[in-house]
């Protein structure tokens, strides 16, 4: 009788564990991305980063001037899960805003906004 009842408990008390919750599945609005940094008081309110921009076609995917791959958008998680970008993490804070996410997890200064559809 032990063994379910460890069974049983190591169950309810890793599917209670927040940590290890995995938010719905979705997808990002489709568009051109720009990246920027904050910009300071006695100049530009952002300073666009070359070479940070990306498109989202659909289905998941991406493209950038390096080529093309997927990602996947779990709560509001933001993970590359191939090509150009892969292994980079983003935060989805408003339907069309990403912040960077440092591997500490923490929010970083690289902010991505949808500027518009995608261009041809």
């Not at 150009?84 to 440092?102: F, W, Y």
Request: hydrophobic share 35%; net charge positive.
């Amino acid at each position: 009788m032990k063994p379910v009842r460890y069974a049983i408990l190591a169950a309810a008390v890793f599917a209670a564990t927040p940590s290890l919750a995995q938010g719905r599945l979705g997808l990002l609005p489709q568009g051109e991305y720009v990246c920027a940094l904050p910009g300071v008081a006695d100049g530009a309110a952002w300073n666009e980063v070359e070479g940070h921009g990306f498109s989202i076609t659909g289905a998941s995917s991406y493209t950038t001037d390096k080529g093309s791959g997927t990602y996947l958008l779990e709560g509001r998680r933001v993970t590359f899960t191939r090509g150009p970008l892969k292994g980079h993490k983003m935060m989805r804070v408003s339907s069309g805003l990403l912040q960077e996410l440092g591997k500490d997890g923490k929010l970083g200064r690289l902010r991505c906004h949808r500027a518009g559809p995608v261009r041809d």
